[in-house]
């Protein structure tokens, strides 16, 4: 009978929770309309879209003429940013602009990348270099990711200069055009910067957008801030074995070992951890969503293991935000169906959780493995450090945000991708990902895929953004 009692009142008490696990009011200004040239700003975007910026990790492939045609499509379409700002180039494609302020105490640094990831050309329904506007939207490869965000951070300079405004401020714009092959340039801006001592009081770059019905249960719009990434970690794992006629395979050989490493890797996975932006994350948007969600979200303490379990059972991307996740991505044996591998190769792609090294990663991967192996380190990067969402920059750009976006929960996440803003940390404790852009979940998905396009009414509304968060600056 005590137990019962016990139960009942365990029960009263996760229900109350629930209850009272309801959102936080705010009380934000809907911003006045700007006096935008929006016929001019989408052919200006459009223009931006023909430059054919392809990035490859062997830079011997890029056409260099096709990046230095879109650094002179710049000076040409924003004068009075160069009449009024310096610019320097640095490292093989970095720009790096300087909007000289009232102050130089508490600097700003809003960045993009100009590079973009091949397209297929034949596979998609308008050509991904065109920049053709059909219907309301924009098509072309770097659309999304990110030409928009350089465009809005170019435009609204250009638009505020025109009106004659000073930023409070020192503010720099910061475009890299090897960012999707993880180039060195913004590394050399960085190192630039630091060389003449700024010590940025934000940083913005691209990462969360905002979108509908990324979160169980809730069904508004949310736009989510990137507090860090995750880290990044290319292995390869070699097998050896002594090859052979294939009419006379061993009992166990090495394709038996690479299956039993790559069905683990499913199965069995790196420790969970709930960091700071996650934690958040499930704070914010688990106040909005069905009152089921929020009997689990008020009452983690309790139910974090069963969000474990469901996550981890589930894969994808609620579970990429509590773990390490490791893929298999790529595969090597024999090159003839009638010959036993002599060699056997799999290729391994990790993001790492702030939690876990690179050397954490690659021994619990060989933890996995029963016999010979060896491990190459192919490529690694830790996971960056986390910026704070109690801070006067964080709640500057949610008050933004919501000024123009009233409706939407503003929310910080944990990036699972990479981007140059992880370099920034080494000069400033403020960085954060973020992109005014308002996509849907199939639009999301056009990100290095095929058709890549926007449409007009989110171009102009990210133009929008960034001239409010110029103003707000100062």
């Not at 876990?356 to 933890?367: E, G, L, P």
């Not at 990067?381 to 939407?408: M, Y």
Request: charge should be neutral; aromatic fraction near 8%.
């Amino acid at each position: 009978m005590i137990i019962m009692y016990l139960l009942l009142i365990l029960v009263i008490f996760l229900l109350i929770n629930a209850v009272l696990f309801k959102p936080v009011q705010h009380s934000v200004k809907e911003a006045s309309p700007e006096a935008l040239n929006e016929a001019l700003i989408v052919k200006n975007f459009s223009r931006l879209i023909q430059h054919k910026t392809v990035s490859h990790l062997d830079s011997e492939k890029m056409d260099m003429k096709e990046f230095e045609a879109f650094q002179k499509s710049l000076e040409t379409l924003y004068p009075k940013v160069h009449e009024t700002c310096d610019r320097n180039f640095i490292g093989p494609t970095g720009i790096l602009y300087k909007w000289k302020g009232k102050s130089s105490d508490k600097p700003i640094v809003l960045m993009s990348h100009y590079d973009v990831v091949p397209a297929d050309e034949e596979s998609w329904d308008r050509p991904p270099f065109s920049g053709e506007i059909k219907d309301g939207v924009i098509w072309g490869r770097g659309t999304i990711d990110t030409k928009i965000t350089l465009l809005s951070i170019m435009e609204s300079a250009e638009y505020l200069i025109n009106q004659e405004f000073v930023p409070a401020n020192d503010i720099y714009f910061s475009f890299a055009g090897d960012e999707e092959v993880s180039g060195p340039s913004a590394q050399a801006i960085v190192s630039h910067l630091k060389s003449k001592h700024v010590k940025p009081a934000m940083v913005l770059d691209e990462g969360g957008v905002i979108i509908e019905g990324i979160f169980p249960g809730v069904d508004k719009k949310t736009a989510l801030i990137g507090l860090g990434e995750k880290g990044y970690l290319d292995l390869e794992v070699q097998f050896q074995s002594q090859g052979g006629h294939a009419s006379a395979p061993p009992k166990k050989g090495i394709t038996g070992q690479m299956g039993k490493l790559m069905q683990d890797l499913e199965s069995k996975a790196m420790k969970s951890e709930f960091t700071p932006p996650v934690k958040e994350l499930f704070n914010r948007l688990g106040r909005h969503s069905s009152f089921g969600y929020r009997l689990i979200f008020a009452n983690m303490w309790l139910t974090k293991p069963l969000l474990n379990m469901l996550f981890t059972s589930q894969g994808g991307q609620m579970n990429a935000l509590i773990r390490t996740t490791t893929a298999v991505t790529k595969l090597e044996g024999s090159k003839a169906f009638n010959v036993l591998p002599p060699n056997g190769k799999i290729g391994i792609n990790a993001r790492l959780l702030n939690k876990d090294t690179a050397k954490d990663t690659q021994a619990f991967v060989s933890s996995l493995i029963k016999g010979d192996h060896k491990i190459n380190v192919v490529e690694s990067r830790e996971a960056s450090p986390l910026s704070s969402h109690d801070s006067d920059s964080f709640r500057f750009l949610e008050k933004t945000i919501l000024s123009l976006w009233p409706d939407a929960i503003v929310s910080p996440y944990l990036m699972i991708a990479g981007t140059d803003s992880r370099h920034f940390h080494d000069i400033s404790d403020h960085v954060y990902r973020f992109a005014p852009i308002e996509i849907t979940k199939e639009e999301l998905s056009l990100i290095h895929s095929n058709n890549e396009r926007m449409r007009v009414e989110t171009v102009i509304k990210s133009v929008a953004c960034y001239v409010k968060i110029i103003r707000g600056l100062s």
